[in-house]
């Protein structure tokens, strides 16, 4: 199949497609006129990392698990230190918003918002510890 077959069918834009290839995450056959021919494996691929992407994963990551889940003889425990490590990167991102978060809300309630100069907001973030 053509890329934009293997785009539909895995759910991808074809640009991903392409930055995938060349960064050889997948290595699709070439026709004799230099088309790519995508074969259901290339398709599993594709669909795959789509789905680890769409978690967040790096491309790194998605590497590493890609060749894990290419790997019959991998052991689990590697798949689940990757996710778990991911996990606690999410986690920790959570966080992180949920402080800028409470810090935003209480400078937008302390904020009067009127005609008047004085901005807590503006001195917060000028304010040099």
């Not at 290339?42 to 491309?59: C, E, P």
Request: glycine share 6%.
């Amino acid at each position: 199949m053509n890329i934009g077959e293997a785009a539909q069918a895995a759910g991808l834009p074809a640009k991903t497609i392409r930055y995938y290839e060349d960064i050889g995450l997948v290595k699709p056959l070439r026709d004799t006129n230099g088309y790519r021919a995508f074969q259901d494996h290339d398709v599993h691929k594709l669909t795959f990392l789509g789905r680890a992407r769409a978690l967040g994963f790096t491309i790194e990551d998605c590497r590493n698990l890609l060749a894990l889940w290419e790997d019959t003889e991998r052991a689990s425990a590697d798949v689940r230190e990757i996710a778990k490590e991911h996990l606690n990167q999410i986690e920790t991102k959570i966080a992180d918003l949920e402080s800028m978060r409470d810090t935003l809300s209480d400078l937008v309630r302390d904020c009067a918002g009127d005609d008047r100069p004085n901005c807590p907001i503006l001195n917060s973030l000028g304010d040099v510890r």
